[in-house]
Structure formats: structure tokens, C-alpha cells
Nanobody, 122 residues
Framework: QVQLVESGGGLVQAGGSLRLSCGASGRTFSTYFLGWFRQAPEKEREFVAV????????YYADSVKGRFTISRDSAKDTVYLQMNSLKAEDTAVYYC???????????????WGQGTQVTVSS
């Protein structure tokens, strides 16, 4: 069974930091693009960041650029999202996803994790 499993979410004060991790099992995603998305209550799923399969290319949503950093360890089949200077509006469930297209559209991704809650208190 193919799985992506996120971890690292939690409650943090505004201005604080969190590091999310997403590990894969059941197959390797070393040649897949890995992305992070988030969804707040009553809002659509929103693109956060994506990284190419070798990690050389990254792309961020304007709302997180300069504050979040996506990286990956292909040997461990793990993708990370370092989140700094967190704001209340970053509160959401964060999902990692794997796909074969470098895209900011969630419909382009084939595999999804179950999500991890990030709550930023103001």
C-alpha cells in the first residue's frame, strides 16, 4: 500500500516556527515532484510549495515566499517544509502530495498524505 505520512504539526504562537515532514512507504517517490498544500476550514485546498525530484527547483506561493522552505531527502524518500515567521492565517491542515508534473494545481498530484494540523495563535 502506497502511503505518504505527514508529521510535525502542532500549536505555535505567531512568529514561531514549525518543521513538517512527510515520509513515503510502499513505493519510492524519488522521481516524483513533491508538494505541500494546505486547507483551512471552509476554504479550498491551497498550494504552498513544490520541489523537483532532484531538489534543484522549488516554487512557492506568494503568501509563504521568504518564510517557508521546502526541501527533500531523496535517500529517505522524505520531504520537509520549514515554516518560519508563522502567522495566524497559516492555520490549516497541511498535506503533502506526490505527482509526475511540476505543478501548483492539486489536481495534478496522484498521492496524498492524511494531513497534519498547524495552528498559529495570534
Amino acid at each position: 500500500q502506497v502511503q505518504l505520512v505527514e508529521s510535525g504539526g502542532g500549536l505555535v504562537q505567531a512568529g514561531g516556527s514549525l518543521r513538517l515532514s512527510c515520509g513515503a512507504s510502499g513505493r519510492t517517490f524519488s522521481t516524483y515532484f513533491l508538494g505541500w498544500f494546505r486547507q483551512a476550514p471552509e476554504k479550498e485546498r491551497e498550494f504552498v510549495a513544490v520541489i523537483s525530484w532532484r531538489g534543484a527547483i522549488t516554487y512557492y506561493a506568494d503568501s509563504v515566499k521568504g518564510r517557508f522552505t521546502i526541501s527533500r531527502d531523496s535517500a529517505k524518500d522524505t520531504v520537509y517544509l520549514q515554516m518560519n515567521s508563522l502567522k495566524a492565517e497559516d492555520t490549516a491542515v497541511y498535506y503533502c502530495a506526490a505527482g509526475q508534473i511540476f505543478s501548483n494545481n492539486y489536481r495534478s498530484y496522484e498521492y496524498w498524505g492524511q494531513g497534519t494540523q498547524v495552528t498559529v495563535s495570534s
